[in-house]
C-alpha cells in the first residue's frame, strides 16, 4: 500500500525560498509513475502544480516556471518541490499526489508573507 507523507511547509517572506519533501512508501517512486504536486488556495480549487514522471521528465504550471522545481530522489524514495522567489500568491496547502496508486498525502501548509 502506497503512502505519502509531506513535510517542509512553513511561513516565509516573499522572495524567500522553501523545499517541500514527500516521503514514498510502499513502492519505489522509479515504479510509481507519475508523481505531482498539487496546492490548494483558500477559497480556491485545487491546482496541479507540476509533475515528474518516473524517467525524470517534468513539467510545470506557467506560475511557477522557472522558480520551482520538482525532482525526485530514488536512494531515499523522496520527492521534492524546491520552491524559489516566493511569492504571496503561492500561499496554499501543498500535497503530494499519485494518480498511479491513486493516493494523496495529508498535505503541508505554506504561507508566503512578509
Known amino acids: 500500500q502506497v503512502q505519502l507523507v509531506e513535510s517542509g511547509g512553513g511561513l516565509v517572506q516573499p522572495g524567500g525560498s522553501l523545499r517541500l519533501s514527500c516521503a514514498v512508501s510502499g513502492r519505489s517512486i522509479t515504479l510509481i509513475g507519475f508523481m505531482a504536486w498539487h496546492r490548494q488556495a483558500p477559497g480556491k480549487q485545487r491546482e496541479l502544480v507540476a509533475t515528474?514522471?518516473?524517467?525524470?521528465?517534468?513539467n510545470y504550471i506557467d506560475s511557477v516556471k522557472g522558480r520551482f522545481t520538482i525532482s525526485g530522489d530514488t536512494a531515499f524514495n523522496i520527492v521534492y518541490l524546491q520552491m524559489n522567489n516566493l511569492k504571496t500568491e503561492d500561499t496554499a496547502v501543498y500535497y503530494c499526489?499519485?494518480?498511479?496508486?491513486?493516493?494523496w498525502g495529508q498535505g503541508t501548509q505554506v504561507t508566503v508573507a512578509s
Open positions: 499526489h499519485s494518480s498511479l496508486a491513486g493516493v
Open positions: 515528474i514522471t518516473s524517467e525524470g521528465v517534468t
